[in-house]
C-alpha cells in the first residue's frame, strides 16, 4: 500500500547454528498504513516479540527487509539505527520503565534530553495533560498508580513524535480496569492524531481496540483478523494454541 508507514518484506530471524538452530520468522511481508492500530497475537514462541524486535530495529533479521517511511533499515550503521529509532519509533513496555529518581516531567523528556535536544519548556506538561495527568508531573513515579505509571511512559514514548509506536504486552502488568483506560487512550491516540500504533498482546480484549490483529504461528502470519472483536480473537487463539499444543 502506497501509505505505508513500515514495510516488512520477506522478514525472516534464526537463532543459533546448525541443529540448535531456531526460526523465529519465517519469511513475513506486512504493511503497516499510517495512522492504524494492529495488534499481534500468537501461541508462546510463534515469533511475536522478534517480529516486533526486528520491525522497530531492536534486532536485525537475518534475511528479508524492515523499511520505515521508506528507509531501509539493513543499510544502517549501529548508531544511525539508534539514531533512527529514538527520532522515529517510540517504545512503550509492561513494565513501565520510569526512572524513579525523576519526575514524571522528567521521565517524559528523558528520551530528547539525552539526544541533546532542547524540547519546549511546556512539552511534558501539555503531554501529560493530554493523557489526563495534568498537575501530576512534578510527581514521582513511586507516587503514581500503576495505570497513571503506564500513561507517563506513553507520553515518554510520544514526545519526539514517532513515526511508529511500538507496545509490548503495554497492559500486562495493569488491572483490567486500568488496562481499559491505557488501551482507550493509544485508541484515541489513533483515532485523533493518527498516531501509528503496533501492539504485542496476549489478551484478546485489548487486541479487540485494535483496527487489525495479526495472528502468528511457528514464525509466520497465519490469520488476520479486521474489525476484530474479543470473542472472534479468542477463538481464533484457541485454535492456535491447540494446534501448538498438539505438534508441542
Not at 541533546?116 to 506538561?125: E, K
Request: hydrophobic share 45%; proline share 4%; aromatic share 4%.
Amino acid at each position: 500500500m502506497d501509505d505505508a508507514v513500515l514495510r516488512l518484506d520477506n522478514v525472516s530471524r534464526t537463532y543459533g547454528e546448525g541443529d540448535t538452530m531456531v526460526a523465529a520468522l519465517r519469511g513475513v511481508s506486512r504493511d503497516f498504513a499510517a495512522g492504524t492500530f494492529t495488534a499481534v497475537m500468537g501461541p508462546s514462541g510463534s515469533g511475536k516479540s522478534t517480529l516486533l524486535h526486528c520491525a522497530s530495529g531492536l534486532d536485525r533479521p537475518s534475511g528479508g527487509e524492515v523499511r520505515l517511511d521508506g528507509r531501509a533499515l539493513s543499510g544502517l550503521s549501529d548508531d544511525a539505527l539508534t539514531e533512527l529509532r529514538r527520532e522515529s519509533i517510540g517504545f512503550v513496555f509492561q513494565s513501565f520503565n520510569l526512572v524513579p529518581s525523576l519526575s514524571a516531567e522528567q521521565n517524559v523528556l528523558l528520551p530528547l534530553t539525552l539526544a541533546g535536544a532542547r524540547p519546549p519548556v511546556d512539552l511534558a506538561r501539555q503531554l501529560l495533560a493530554s493523557i489526563g495527568l495534568g498537575g501530576l508531573g512534578a510527581r514521582m513515579p513511586a507516587q503514581l498508580s500503576g495505570g497513571q505509571q503506564q500513561r507517563v511512559a506513553i507520553a515518554r514514548a510520544l514526545a519526539a513524535r514517532p513515526a511508529v509506536l511500538f507496545g509490548d504486552e503495554p497492559t500486562g502488568a495493569l488491572d483490567s480496569t486500568t488496562a481499559r483506560t491505557v488501551l482507550t487512550l493509544l485508541r484515541w491516540m489513533v483515532d485523533e492524531h493518527g498516531q501509528t500504533t503496533i501492539m504485542v498482546t496476549h489478551d484478546p480484549v485489548a487486541a479487540a481496540h485494535a483496527d487489525e490483529v495479526i495472528l502468528l504461528a511457528d514464525g509466520r502470519i497465519v490469520d488476520v483478523v479486521t474489525a476484530p472483536t474479543a470473542a472472534v480473537v479468542a477463538k481464533r487463539m484457541a485454535v492456535l494454541e491447540a494446534a501448538a499444543g498438539a505438534v508441542a
